[in-house]
T-cell receptor, first 110, second 117 residues
Framework: GQQVMQIPQYQHVQEGEDFTTYCNSS?????IQWYKQRPGGHPVFLIQ?????EVKKQKRLTFQFGEAKKNSSLHITATQTTDVGTYFC??????????FGGGTRVLVKP | GAGVSQSPRYKVAKRGQDVALRCDPI?????LFWYQQALGQGPEFLTY????????KSGLPSDRFFAERPEGSVSTLKIQRTQQEDSAVYLC???????????????FGNGTRLTVT
């Protein structure tokens, strides 16, 4: 069945630095969504990407959908302590359910 | 209410007991989903409703798991004869949905943490 993998599993980053987390699907996706889950909380929707090569920005967060619609990335610039949490991508292949990746756990060192 | 409401927040069950987990979605949301999240893992799909119709239950791990949404609003996830491997957080999510249920953003509740002893 469809698999979604995220790397890295853990991301330790110094406050103020940039980093990127990656999401790869075993199948071509019709869309991909990103969620953030704070420690002890529930996943909260961040963004959805639909078009091949699409790039969307939310303040310091930049989301990209790959040309082949099988991968995506999230780039965070000037990391802040408020960025702490786990970032999940969730992909939908045509006719299939929304499958979540294992997440990237972000820890920020002040 | 303003968001998806789940109850109870915490449930401790002895192995072999039956449990029922409740989800109250956002008013007007057509689609409702149940996910299981083990510690340190991503949410795993269990089942999906569009109104009262259960359109996909492919993620239910065994016939001990049963979900219903009889009036197209509140949903209940029932687990019979609980086992230790059922221990996890059970997340409910709703979306505006419709025929493209999985194309709409999911709004998650706070989850029910089930511990089976």
């Amino acid at each position: 069945g469809q698999q979604v993998m995220q790397i890295p599993q853990y991301q330790h980053v110094q406050e103020g630095e940039d980093f990127t987390t990656y999401c790869n699907s075993s199948t071509t996706l019709s869309n991909i969504q990103w969620y953030k889950q704070r420690p002890g909380g529930h996943p909260v929707f961040l963004i959805q990407l639909v078009k091949s090569g699409e790039v969307k920005k939310q303040k310091r967060l930049t989301f990209q959908f790959g040309e082949a619609k099988k991968n995506s990335s999230l780039h965070i610039t000037a990391t802040q302590t408020t960025d702490v949490g786990t970032y999940f991508c969730a992909g939908k292949a045509a006719g299939n359910k929304l499958t979540f990746g294992g997440g990237t756990r972000v820890l920020v060192k002040p | 209410g303003a968001g998806v409401s789940q109850s109870p927040r915490y449930k401790v069950a002895k192995r072999g007991q039956d449990v029922a987990l409740r989800c109250d979605p956002i008013s007007g949301h057509v689609s409702l989903f149940w996910y299981q999240q083990a510690l340190g893992q991503g949410p795993e799909f269990l089942t999906y409703f569009q109104n009262e119709a259960q359109l996909d239950k492919s993620g239910l791990p065994s016939d001990r798991f049963f979900a219903e949404r009889p009036e197209g609003s509140v949903s209940t996830l029932k687990i019979q004869r609980t086992q230790q491997e059922d221990s996890a957080v059970y997340l409910c999510a709703s979306s505006l949905g419709g025929t493209g249920g999985f194309n709409s953003p999911l709004h998650f509740g706070n989850g029910t943490r089930l511990t089976v002893t």
